[in-house]
T-cell receptor, first 115, second 116 residues
Framework: AQTVTQSQPEMSVQEAETVTLSCTYD???????LFWYKQPPSRQMILVIR??????QNATENRFSVNFQKAAKSFSLKISDSQLGDTAMYFC????????????FGTGTSLTVIP | EAGVAQSPRYKIIEKRQSVAFWCNPI?????LYWYQQILGQGPKLLIQ????????DSQLPKDRFSAERLKGVDSTLKIQPAKLEDSAVYLC??????????????FGNGTRLTVT
């Protein structure tokens, strides 16, 4: 079974600074997809960034980028120039291609951006 | 495009009562998921539909939970009878399958259930 681990329950960062959220996963599949979702207090889960395992290049989406280390099964999220609106829960998610497109979520990291 | 619609937004019931949640996925999305998110935890999959068929319901407590997706579009999730530990946010999500098998999930706003 796939597992996703987020070892940082809470983190904080000063506005305009950079923060990195960690995520590790365990799988025997070779082809899969990884995602970071943001959940603000409004509760709606919003896709932040995605990474295909077969791509070596790390995904980037404006201020958000990932450090994908396939051999280490690590998928960290870097937020640059943090903004107050980045305050939210962040969930790492795994989707394997051999498991009926099931998504597995980590337990989340609560990020607070301090003004 | 319109997002995933869920209702109600909030629901408070007493234990042993029944409750139903409704979800309308994004138009054209073949796969629909129901997740349970207990406070402080990540979403846990309850059931996954592809069109009107069940793909996975292994974590659905079938003695009290049921779900259906008639006609392969909108879906209802029912709890009968509710227990205190069912207090959670129930999230509905949908995704587009087919060629784009890696399509991400699109979530609704969720229903916060409180069982007293």
């Amino acid at each position: 079974a796939q597992t996703v681990t987020q070892s940082q329950p809470e983190m904080s960062v000063q506005e305009a600074e950079t923060v990195t959220l960690s995520c590790t996963y365990d799988t025997s599949e070779n082809n899969y997809y990884l995602f970071w979702y943001k959940q603000p207090p409004s509760r709606q889960m919003i896709l932040v960034i995605r990474q295909e395992a077969y791509k070596q290049q790390n995904a980037t989406e404006n201020r958000f980028s990932v450090n994908f280390q396939k051999a280490a099964k690590s998928f960290s999220l870097k937020i640059s120039d943090s903004q107050l609106g980045d305050t939210a829960m962040y969930f790492c998610a795994f989707m394997g291609t051999n498991t009926g497109n099931q998504f597995y979520f980590g337990t989340g990291t609560s990020l607070t951006v301090i003004p | 495009e319109a997002g995933v619609a869920q209702s109600p937004r909030y629901k408070i019931i007493e234990k042993r009562q029944s409750v139903a949640f409704w979800c309308n996925p994004i138009s054209g999305h073949a796969t629909l998921y129901w997740y349970q998110q207990i406070l402080g935890q990540g979403p846990k999959l309850l059931i996954q539909f592809q069109n009107n068929g069940v793909v996975d319901d292994s974590q659905l407590p079938k003695d009290r939970f049921s779900a259906e997706r008639l006609k392969g579009v909108d879906s209802t999730l029912k709890i009968q009878p509710a227990k205190l530990e069912d207090s959670a946010v129930y999230l509905c999500a949908s995704s587009l399958l087919g060629e784009r098998a890696h399509s991400p999930l699109h979530f609704g706003n969720g229903t916060r259930l409180t069982v007293t």
